[in-house]
């Protein structure tokens, strides 16, 4: 595809649920970001891939968040027992490389309930 | 520490210019962006600055950096209704291996007809 797509658009959940979020990075993208958006923090870097190097998890709120990149390419965010503060807006972005402009996908909706 | 002021809102009339201000608080940030979020949509990249550069202009837009004072700023010619959104600065600090994005809290811009 053109851009950056994400996966599901919108996720309902109910507290302790395990949820799964997609992001399919532009094509040739070696670097790929997750970032959160929520009302009350704005918009907060999570994780970081870039190509086989180990990952910038330094964002991750706690344990319960996790995500994978398989084959340099697909990446999928974990939050596991999710909680009600996890509501938000999950933006997934990926570039040609580290320190790249930074193209953004639409995001995943996440309402835990 | 890593901080990026704006201000929160800002109304113009349909046909003004609209002035968007950013400070920004590492002076050694590579590049400087500006993202546009329309409602229940992802960031759209607008434009972005390198470091070495006080001026961008690119059609309607107009960028401005002011490294001494850390001051960033983003100007919309002729306004148009469909320019309303919200409008976020980002840094890049080179120090960040990553390359992680620091956001603002975003402007939000209204157009009036």
């Known amino acids: 595809g053109a851009g950056v797509s994400q996966s599901p658009s919108n996720k309902v959940t109910e507290k302790g649920k395990d949820v799964e979020l997609r992001c399919d990075p532009i094509?040739?993208?070696?670097?790929l970001y997750w970032y959160r958006q929520s009302l009350g923090q704005g918009l907060e870097f999570l994780i970081y891939f870039q190509g086989n190097s180990a990952p910038d998890k330094s964002g991750l709120p706690s344990d319960r968040f996790s995500a994978e990149r398989t084959g340099g390419s697909v990446s999928t965010l974990t939050i596991q027992r999710t909680q009600q503060e996890d509501s938000a807006v999950y933006l997934c972005?990926?570039?040609?490389?580290?320190?790249?402009?930074?193209?953004f996908g639409p995001g995943t909706r996440l309402l835990v309930l | 520490g890593e901080d990026v002021e704006q201000s929160l809102f800002l109304s113009v009339r349909e046909g003004d210019s609209s002035v968007i201000n950013c400070t920004y608080t590492d002076s050694s940030s590579t590049y400087l962006y500006w993202y546009k979020q329309e409602p229940g949509a992802g960031l759209q990249l607008l434009t972005y600055i390198f470091s070495n550069m006080d001026m961008k202009q690119d059609q309607r837009l107009t960028v401005l950096l002011n490294k001494k004072d850390k001051h960033l700023s983003l100007r919309i010619a002729d306004t148009q209704t469909g320019d309303s959104a919200i409008y976020f600065c980002a840094e890049s600090p080179p120090y960040n291996q990553g390359g992680k994005l620091i956001f603002g809290q975003g402007t939000e811009l209204s157009v009036k007809p």
């Open positions: 972005a990926s570039s040609f490389g580290s320190q790249e402009t930074q193209y």
């Open positions: 094509s040739g993208h070696t670097a």
